[in-house]
């Protein structure tokens, strides 16, 4: 992970109300507080984050991640973020894309969970095209920093074909 793109990862983890879409409240928003996150999400046991570039003009426009990996069942929770400037590109479903290869070829996984916000349509139609499917509703799930409730999608994907 290049030290260059940081700013960039930075700025998506400060946008709060893009954390809210995926069911997080940083802890905080200071550089010290952020490169510690990036430090704990780059050494989970298991898992893998990457940062996701735009080759167009170089800077990272996203990241995604695999994380509460159960070694032994070999499933993971995978998730992408999305910078605003990104989206409406098609850059979600590549992104998953990708995040589904990594976890089937290089984590060894054969199963990948999702958290999608019920609200969040373009995540859900996103997912739903790459192979996810909807397994239930989580009722209340996450509260947002303003306190507001949320229900959440619980979706998963199969990885190859098993």
């Not at 990862?9 to 709060?16: G, H, P, S, V, Y």
């Not at 209340?140 to 074909?161: A, M, Q, R, W």
């Amino acid at each position: 992970m290049a030290e260059e793109h940081l700013p960039q990862l930075f700025e998506m983890r400060r946008d709060l109300s893009l954390q809210a879409l995926l069911l997080t409240i940083p802890d905080g928003l200071d550089e010290t507080t952020l490169r510690a996150w990036v430090a704990r999400r780059k050494a989970e046991i298991g898992g893998m984050f990457r940062i996701i570039v735009d080759t167009a003009c170089g800077e990272a426009v996203g990241f995604i991640q695999v994380n509460s990996v159960h070694r032994k069942n070999r499933t993971g929770y995978g998730g992408i973020c999305l910078a605003a400037k990104a989206r409406k590109r098609g850059l979600g479903q590549a992104a998953l894309r990708e995040l589904i290869k990594v976890a089937g070829d290089e984590l060894g996984l054969i199963k990948l969970l999702s958290e999608v916000r019920a609200d969040n349509f373009a995540a859900l139609r996103a997912h739903l095209s790459v192979g996810y499917r909807l397994v239930g509703t989580l009722e209340n799930h996450f509260t947002d920093s303003k306190g507001k409730l949320y229900n959440v999608f619980l979706l998963e994907c199969v990885l190859g074909g098993e």
